[in-house]
C-alpha cells in the first residue's frame, strides 16, 4: 500500500510538471510568434501621431528616449514631454532636445501621478493617435511606423508592444525567465482574455483619439497603478479592438537600473494591482509553470542526495530541458545569455517571493509608495 501511494505521488508530481512544461511553451508560442509586417500604404504618421511622455525625475532616462523618437521614420506630429513635478533636471533636458514641455497643475486627490500627467499630455495634444510612452525606453525608427500600420491593419483601437530588456549588470541577465513568467501570467498576446486578463504595457500604448475619448481617457483610470491593463480591460468593454505587437528589437527598455531592490520594489507594486489581471485560470496556470520550474531542480538535489542513479539521470535530464527552454524563449525578450538560464531557478523563486510580498501589502491594505507619492490602498483596490 505504502508502495501504491508513494508512487501514485511521484505520477502526480510528474503530471504536473509535464503540464507545466506544455502550458510554459504554449504560451511563449502565442506571445511570442513573430509576424512580418509591413507600413500600410497611406498611412502617414507625421500627420497622425502626438506622442506623449510622462516624466518624473527622467533626466537621466530622457536623452535616449528622446534621441530615439527623433529618429523615427516617418517622424512623429509631435513630441510632448509632461514634466511630472520633477525635482532634477528633467525639464531642461526635455527643452534641450526642442520638445514642447508640459507643466501639470498639482496632483488632485484620488489620482496616481501618472495618469495625471498623461492626461495633462493628452489634453494639448492635436494628432489623431496619442502614443504614451515612458521615459526608460528606446525606439527603433521603424517602430512607429510599424505600430501605425497594425492599428489600420488589424483594425485596432489600442496597440502595444512586447518590449525586448536591455540587461547591462550580473543580475540583470539572469531575469529571463521571470519576464517569461510574466507573459505567462497575463496571457500574453491571446486574442481575447477576458478581465483585465491581457498583457498590455504602458511603456508603449497607441491609441486612436476618438477610442481614448469613448473610454473617458485617464481620467476613467485615474486611480489605477496598473493603468495599461485597466485601459486594454476598458478598450474591449466597449467592443473596442486591442493588439499586441512583438517586433524583436524594435522597442528596448531598462527597468529597474538602480538595483535588485529596485526592481523588487517596482514588481511588487506592479504586482499588487496585477493580481487582479490573472483570474483563477491565470493563477492555475502560473501555479503549474512555476511547480514545473522550481520542482525540476528540486528533484534533481533529492534524487542526487539519495544516490539513485537512475533517477538522478531522469531528474537531470528534465532540468537541462527545462534550461534549454527557457534559453530558446529568452532570446526573444532582451539581451539574455543562453547560459544564465542555468540559474533559472534563483529569478523563479523571486518571481513567487514577491508575488507573496504582494498578497500581504494588498491583504494588509498597505500603501503603494513610488518616486515620494503614496497610493492609499483604498484608491488601489477601487474598481
Not at 493617435?129 to 505600430?147: I, K, M, Q, R
Request: overall charge positive.
Amino acid at each position: 500500500m505504502g508502495m501504491n501511494v508513494h508512487g501514485l505521488l511521484v505520477l502526480i508530481r510528474a503530471s504536473a510538471g509535464v503540464a507545466g512544461f506544455f502550458v510554459f511553451n504554449a504560451r511563449m508560442r502565442t506571445a511570442l510568434r513573430v509576424q512580418p509586417r509591413r507600413l500600410c500604404s497611406g498611412v502617414s504618421p507625421a500627420t497622425e501621431v502626438s506622442v506623449i511622455i510622462p516624466a518624473r525625475n527622467e533626466a537621466n532616462n530622457l536623452p535616449s528616449l528622446l534621441a530615439s523618437i527623433a529618429a523615427l521614420q516617418p517622424a512623429a506630429l509631435e513630441v510632448i514631454v509632461v514634466n511630472d513635478h520633477s525635482t532634477d533636471d528633467t525639464a531642461a533636458v526635455a527643452a534641450s532636445f526642442g520638445v514642447r514641455v508640459v507643466e501639470p497643475g498639482p496632483l488632485p486627490a484620488g489620482w496616481v501621478g501618472k495618469q495625471w500627467a498623461c492626461a495633462a499630455g493628452a489634453a494639448v495634444a492635436r494628432g489623431r493617435l496619442l502614443l504614451f510612452t515612458d521615459a526608460d525606453t528606446v525606439h527603433a525608427p521603424e517602430l512607429l511606423g510599424l505600430t501605425v500600420s497594425a492599428l489600420e491593419s488589424e483594425a485596432a483601437d489600442l496597440v502595444s508592444v512586447l518590449p525586448a530588456h536591455i540587461a547591462v549588470s550580473g543580475w540583470e541577465k539572469l531575469q529571463g525567465v521571470f519576464q517569461l513568467l510574466l507573459l505567462v501570467a497575463t496571457r500574453a498576446g491571446a486574442s481575447r482574455a477576458g478581465g483585465e486578463r491581457c498583457f498590455c504595457i504602458g511603456q508603449y500604448l497607441l491609441i486612436r483619439r476618438a477610442a481614448y475619448e469613448r473610454i473617458g481617457g485617464h481620467t476613467a483610470i485615474r486611480h489605477r497603478v496598473a493603468e495599461d491593463l485597466a485601459m486594454a480591460r476598458l478598450i474591449e468593454e466597449r467592443g473596442l479592438r486591442f493588439a499586441l505587437v512583438h517586433e524583436p528589437g524594435a522597442l528596448r527598455v531598462r527597468m529597474y537600473p538602480d538595483g535588485l531592490s529596485s526592481f523588487m520594489a517596482g514588481w511588487r507594486r506592479n504586482f499588487r494591482e496585477g493580481m487582479r489581471a490573472a483570474g483563477p485560470s491565470g493563477i492555475l496556470e502560473t501555479a503549474l509553470v512555476v511547480g514545473w520550474l522550481l520542482d525540476t531542480p528540486r528533484w534533481l538535489m533529492e534524487a542526487s542526495i539519495a544516490g539513485d542513479g537512475v533517477l538522478t539521470f531522469l531528474a537531470g535530464s528534465a532540468f537541462a530541458i527545462s534550461c534549454f527552454a527557457i534559453a530558446r524563449w529568452q532570446r526573444h525578450i532582451g539581451a539574455f545569455r543562453d547560459r544564465s538560464a542555468i540559474a533559472y531557478p534563483l529569478f523563479a523563486l523571486l518571481f513567487v517571493w514577491i508575488s507573496c510580498l504582494a498578497l500581504v501589502d494588498r491583504a494588509l491594505g498597505r500603501p503603494v509608495a513610488w518616486k515620494g507619492r503614496s497610493i492609499r490602498a483604498d484608491q488601489i483596490n477601487a474598481s
